[in-house]
Structure formats: structure tokens, C-alpha cells
């Protein structure tokens, strides 16, 4: 089995940066893809970005540009530096790791964006 861990988040103003990471523990070799999605509060769950261990990359199109995923395979992470953060973005954002064809779900983190 793997677990997720997530760090980062916090509060930044409009325009400003922040960086989460998600590290993989346990049987992390056998995952796949990592990816970030965010829940807004009234909103559905949204794909921010992925990234396969092939290294293909998928943005979504309102973060296209501002944000970078990046998986650092000697940590087992997937990381993820958020640019030019917009109020939009104030969500809880949380990390999934494809295991086995399983979705495992981290337990997500604030991401708090003031104007």
C-alpha cells in the first residue's frame, strides 16, 4: 500500500507564490502518475495538473502557464509551484497517486489566496 503525504499550502496574496509537495511512502514504486486537484467551498473536486512516471505532464487550462508540476522520483514527490496565484484558487488542494490502477487520495491541504 502507499500513503500520501502533502505539504505546503498556507495563505499568500494575489499575484504571489506557493509551492505544495506530496510525498509517496510505502510501496511507491508501482505508482504510476501523481497529480494535484483542488475543491473549492460549492465546488466539485478539479484537476490542477498530473504527471506520469514517464514524465508526461497535463495542465489545467486556468492554471496553463502560472503553475509547474514536477516529480522527483529519488523522493517519491510530486511537487507543485504555483505562480501568479489568483483568488479563484483558494481551495483545498489534494494529491493523488494512480497505485495499481487504485486512486489513493492525500488528505489535502488549504490553500488560502487573499486579494
Known amino acids: 500500500q502507499v500513503q500520501l503525504v502533502e505539504s505546503g499550502g498556507g495563505l499568500v496574496q494575489a499575484g504571489g507564490s506557493l509551492s505544495l509537495s506530496c510525498e509517496a511512502s510505502?510501496?511507491?514504486?508501482?505508482?504510476?502518475?501523481m497529480g494535484w486537484y483542488r475543491q473549492a467551498p460549492g465546488r466539485e473536486r478539479e484537476l490542477v495538473a498530473d504527471?506520469?512516471?514517464?514524465?508526461?505532464?497535463g495542465y489545467a487550462d486556468s492554471v496553463k502557464g502560472r503553475f509547474t508540476i514536477s516529480m522527483d522520483n529519488d523522493r517519491s514527490a510530486v511537487d507543485l509551484q504555483m505562480n501568479n496565484h489568483k483568488t479563484e484558487g483558494q481551495a483545498v488542494y489534494y494529491c493523488l497517486a494512480n497505485y495499481l490502477g487504485e486512486r489513493l487520495w492525500g488528505q489535502g491541504t488549504q490553500g488560502n489566496v487573499s486579494p
Open positions: 510505502g510501496n511507491s514504486f508501482s505508482v504510476s502518475a
Open positions: 504527471i506520469t512516471s514517464g514524465g508526461m505532464i
